[in-house]
């Protein structure tokens, strides 16, 4: 029996867009695909090499988050964002998951919109999780 609680305080956006990322973003950026995203913070994956953030390093990240409106259409924001590296976990050999928690939240809930079950392009998947 699970009997693990809910700790999220916030429904998570589950998407795949691509982010980028570095600890210096006047360097060279290295890119991600986002995992999930909430107005606090984002998991995406990333190559497990030398550019994968480590826990407690600061990093900036770019990305795009869907933002929908009343006829089940929407347009992609495009946010840059600071912040702390919570946890990096193995996926496997050659990815990891890396959580990122934002210096300063995004003006809106991702995962809480009223019409996040659209679908932003063939290769994406949108859903709203607390997951």
């Known amino acids: 029996m699970n009997t ?3 700790r999220r305080r916030e429904q998570r ?3 795949h867009w691509p982010i980028w990322f570095a600890e210096d973003f006047d360097g060279i950026l290295s890119q991600g695909q ?3 995203v909430s107005s606090k913070g ?6 497990a090499d030398e550019s994968c953030p480590s826990p407690g390093q600061n ?20 946010f840059t964002r600071s912040g702390h590296i919570c946890r990096v ?3 496997n050999g050659y990815l ?9 939240p995004l003006p809106f809930k991702p995962g809480e919109q009223a019409n996040a079950k659209a ?5 994406s998947t949108l859903t709203a999780t607390t997951a």
């Open 4 to 6: 693990q609680t809910e």
């Open 13 to 15: 956006l589950r998407y």
């Open 34 to 36: 986002m995992a999930d």
């Open 42 to 47: 984002a998991a995406f994956t990333c190559y």
């Open 59 to 78: 990093i900036t990240a770019r990305f795009s988050v869907p933002r929908y409106q009343l006829d089940e259409a929407f347009d992609m924001a495009d």
């Open 89 to 91: 976990d193995s996926i």
């Open 96 to 104: 990891r998951r890396v959580a990122i928690q934002f210096a300063e």
């Open 119 to 123: 679908e932003p392009g063939a290769e």
